[in-house]
């Protein structure tokens, strides 16, 4: 079967970093994306890694290892309104998107 | 705006009614699809739509049905609900060449009753 694991719920303090992991086992790969969705919102782009290694954004960057199939989303210098659900996406050998059920980020003061 | 809208956000209903979701794009994008998302979060594609050829997952029940009049929507019908049909229905598309990149609507919450 095809899964993506991640952490359930994850808290870090303002103005620091976080890492939030995503490891995945899927049908082919042809990416992975990690999403942003805020609570009652709809899921928002951040970003997509196709080949191994770090991409950066911003305060946001991702890494990826194929090999491992494993990935992570970094977010530095965190701010409040950083809080929110971040959703580790694959797109499988069918290009279809195989969603894990997403890591809830809690940002205390 | 440009953006993915849908109404309502909001719908509650009984067992057996009949109901529709609309869903509209005004981003030029080729690909619509359906997604829900369910009490513990995982979202599920139900539908994607491009240039008049649909792709259904297989375990969509035949009580949902995507209508799409033209490449700018792409409303969903259910027929029958059933309980377990509750849960946030997002409408999304994608740009031509990109269909990695999802842009969703705001959701709908079905509440069947």
């Known amino acids: 079967g095809q899964n993506i694991d991640q952490p359930t719920e994850m808290t870090a303090t303002e103005g620091a970093i976080v890492q939030i992991n995503c490891t995945y086992q899927t049908s082919g790969f042809n990416g992975l994306f990690w999403y942003q969705q805020h609570a009652g919102e709809a899921p928002t782009f951040l970003s997509y890694n196709v080949l191994d290694g770090l991409e950066e954004k911003g305060r946001f960057s991702s890494f990826l290892s194929r090999s491992k199939g494993y990935s992570y989303l970094l977010l530095k210098e965190l701010q409040m309104k950083d809080s929110a659900s971040y959703l580790c996406a694959v797109m499988d050998s069918n290009y279809q998107l195989i969603w894990g059920a997403g890591t809830k980020l809690i940002i205390k003061p | 705006d440009t953006a993915v809208s849908q109404t309502p956000k909001y719908l509650v209903t009984q067992m057996g009614n009949d109901k529709s979701i609309k869903c509209e794009q005004n981003?030029?994008?080729?690909?619509m699809y359906w997604y829900k998302q369910d009490s513990k979060k995982f979202l599920k594609i139900m539908f994607s739509?491009?240039?008049?050829?649909?792709?259904i997952n297989e375990t969509v029940p035949n009580r949902f049905s995507p209508k799409s009049p033209d490449k700018a929507h792409l409303n969903l019908h259910i027929n029958s609900l059933e309980l377990g049909d509750s849960a946030v229905y997002f409408c999304?598309?994608?740009?031509?060449?990109?269909?990695?990149?999802?842009?969703f609507g705001s959701g709908t919450q079905l509440s069947v009753l």
């Open positions: 999304a598309s994608s740009p031509p060449g990109e269909v990695e990149k999802l842009f």
């Open positions: 981003l030029g994008h080729d690909t």
């Open positions: 739509y491009n240039n008049k050829e649909l792709i």
